[in-house]
């Protein structure tokens, strides 16, 4: 489906305009089916009060009047195709749409119904007649509409669609130029309103930012911050931002969440709302302090421990005698090991070398060394010792109750069942999280990290770089991101370090596994993208979408330059 050519139906190929071939053919992408009823559509609740229905209202109970005595239904939906308004004189349309699935709440996205009077103008951004037939679900077929999407005069967002639907038989050329009049008049009182509430929105965010704070003041329509909130937020964080602006559950008394932003930053967000300021509100940052289960293996010793006594300063776990350490390789084993030292000194064995220096020779060194050291005893991957050299250790720390012994390997739950005995002999087991199941603390981690790397200069990751290292899988762990940034370093000599500093393999978000619908239509953006050499402006009039809602599917898809 790579052209207009082909678009078929169950009965056969059909002639059809080259805008709503355009429509099927995303339809068909979507894998919405011709046959379907209609009736498994998204219904939600809905803001009777939204800026949107404020300024609609009006002008639609005028529209109405002028058409008393008409078998029409007009239809309000909002920016992402919900019906939030339903104006008739005579029933019986309004019933048939109803018995179709166009009730109050239902979102008649073009991705979820096919081509139609609601999703496809918004989809199009344009005003478009769908005849009959044109519609790609069948059940839609006896009606004809026109549908006008409503556009922010100043934001240039879409806010909405209008739609009057008829039979067939009683379609009038004069409701096209009807309802674009009405979409005009609607979006002259949405600025008007937006005047007032970004008036009343700055004069609320003046006041609070006299506290010194970090404050965000936004709305539909405006959005305000003081340098300290710059600092801290970007483009990404926006949408999260609005949405808890809109939060329906925040009352205007307030209210206060836990946020994660793009970079990775744990903020406490007390939200005031401000009533009639279209979705307005005043975000207070202030960073989250860290638990104790975010303490971290830089500075610090992050302990994820599996028993009942929950997590222990560094200081209190090293007063055990026998500790056994667990994780994957990289997640730290050495560093922590280490670290339980608490400056005493240390000696270190490798279990490792006894595969290449022979089981007797290994145990001797070992034995000498319980008996001689004076400090700490490492003893690393002992996941690789023979069931009988297993024995010797355990004997080793049964012969010395009271030197401190550290043994490392991998966690605990993978290991045979021949080392449970050596885990029972130990007073303390410490099971070290993977870096995948860690996301939160990359950013901290990544800091450190930095800080060591390159002690002299002020290393840091922008905020994309952060997010790109968050999403990525990181099977090597610790180890795996430390050599990641000594390459960023080599590539940045000042400045943040951006996406484009990080290895290749980094530079992009692992492409999640996608569902059969979304890999259909992944392949066909990408096919459409080379055929016009990644020009995103011809590909997008290929696919008969915008180029907005090209780059909204490309970012959604993982698609990438190296992709096509």
Not at 44 to 54: M, N, P, V, Y
Not at 147 to 156: A, F, R, Y
Not at 248 to 274: H, K, Y
């Amino acid at each position: 489906m790579n052209s207009l050519e082909g678009v078929t139906t169950p009965d056969g190929p059909l002639n059809l305009r080259p805008e709503i071939a355009l429509s099927w053919k995303r339809s068909q992408i979507a894998g919405v089916s011709p046959g379907s009823h209609l009736q498994g559509l998204e219904v939600i609740d809905f803001e009777s009060s939204s800026r949107l229905i404020q300024a609609a209202v009006p002008v639609l109970d005028r529209v109405a009047f002028d058409l008393t005595g008409l078998p029409y239904s007009l239809l309000l939906g909002d920016s992402d195709s919900c019906i939030v308004g339903r104006w008739f004189d005579r029933p019986e349309v309004d019933q048939a749409l109803e018995r179709a699935g166009a009730v109050s709440g239902a979102k008649w996205r073009e991705s979820d119904v096919g081509t139609n009077g609601l999703g496809t103008p918004l989809e199009v951004r344009s005003g478009i007649w769908i005849r009959g037939g044109e519609h790609f679900a069948r059940i839609l077929s006896p009606f004809t509409c026109y549908g006008q999407p409503i556009v922010h005069p100043i934001t240039h967002r879409l806010e909405g669609v209008l739609n009057i639907t008829v039979r067939p038989g009683d379609a009038h050329p004069l409701f096209a130029p009807m309802l674009i009049r009405a979409a005009e008049d609607i979006q002259v009182r949405l600025l008007e309103s937006s005047r007032a509430s970004d008036t009343q929105l700055f004069r609320a965010f003046q006041e609070a930012g006299r506290t010194g704070r970090t404050v965000i003041a936004l709305n539909d329509n405006v959005m305000l911050a003081n340098n300290a909130a710059l600092g801290l937020v970007d483009e990404s964080d926006v949408t999260m931002l609005r949405e808890l602006a809109s939060d329906g559950s925040v009352t205007p008394d307030g209210a206060t969440r836990t946020i994660s932003l793009g970079s990775g930053a744990q903020l406490e967000a007390q939200i005031e709302r401000l009533t009639g300021a279209s979705n307005g509100a005043i975000i207070r940052l202030t960073p989250r302090r860290p638990s104790a289960h975010a303490k971290l293996l830089t500075g610090g010793i992050r302990y994820d421990v599996a028993d009942d006594e929950g997590e222990r300063p560094a200081a209190a776990v090293a007063s055990f005698h026998h500790i056994y350490v667990g994780g994957e390789t990289g997640t730290g084993r050495t560093t922590t090991a280490h670290a339980l030292a608490q400056g005493r000194p240390v000696t270190s064995m490798d279990a490792r070398d006894s595969l290449a220096d022979g089981s007797e020779r290994w145990a001797q060194r070992l034995s000498s060394a319980a008996k001689e050291q004076v400090g700490t005893l490492v003893v690393e991957s002992v996941h690789v010792l023979s069931p009988e050299l297993i024995e010797f250790v355990e004997g080793v720390l049964g012969a010395a109750p009271d030197k401190t012994i550290v043994l490392t390997g991998h966690a605990d739950k993978w290991l045979p069942p021949h080392m449970r005995g050596l885990l029972a002999r130990c007073d303390h087991v410490i099971s070290l999280s993977p870096l995948l199941g860690r996301r939160n603390d990359i950013p901290a981690l990544a800091a450190s990290m930095l800080s060591t790397i390159d002690p002299d200069h002020d290393r840091r990751l922008s905020p994309a770089a952060t997010r790109i290292l968050m999403a990525q899988p990181w099977p090597g762990n610790l180890s795996e991101l430390k050599k990641v940034l000594r390459t960023a370093v080599s590539q940045r000599t000042v400045g943040a370090i951006e996406v484009g500093d990080l290895p290749l393999n980094y530079r992009s978000r692992p492409t999640p596994k996608l569902a059969g619908r979304e890999q259909a239509e992944r392949e066909v953006i990408i096919d459409a993208l080379r055929r016009f050499n990644d020009n995103k402006t011809h590909a997008a009039k290929h696919l008969g979408i915008t180029r907005t809602t090209l780059y909204n599917r490309i970012r959604a898809l993982k698609i990438t330059d190296q992709t096509v």
